[in-house]
């Protein structure tokens, strides 16, 4: 099947941190100054599919090596794994 990882920093940081579907309600950006007035989406939303059977939340701030293994087992999992990474962006989502 698929593995998927999805690197959630809750804001476009690339594009001087306009909102992003993960941006919390009300969080004021460039995009949304008065703002954000939608609710944030959820990544693992897919993981109520009947075929995902391997749904894994993680802190991008956990140790590279504990992530390394979480995404091999991942890869080596028999079906379909989600790994949802939070990694909240530095500079525009503090």
Same mark, same amino acid.
């Given at each position: 099947m698929s593995t998927y990882v999805v690197m959630d920093n #809750?804001?476009?940081? =690339?594009?001087?941190? #306009?909102? $992003?579907?993960?941006?919390?309600?009300?969080h004021?950006?460039?995009?949304?100054?008065?703002?954000?007035?939608? $609710?944030?989406? #959820? $990544?693992?939303? =897919? $993981?109520?599919?009947?075929?995902?059977?391997f749904l894994s939340l993680v802190d991008f701030q956990a140790e590279a090596k504990q992530l390394s293994d979480l995404i091999q087992a991942g890869i080596d999992h028999r079906g379909f794994a989600l790994i949802d990474v939070f990694s909240p962006c530095v500079t525009y989502n503090k």
């Open positions: #809750q804001i476009y940081g =690339l594009t001087t941190g #306009q909102a $992003s579907p993960t941006t919390t309600k009300g004021k950006t460039k995009s949304t100054p008065a703002g954000n007035f939608e $609710s944030p989406t #959820q $990544s693992n939303g =897919l $993981s109520h599919h009947r075929w995902c059977n």
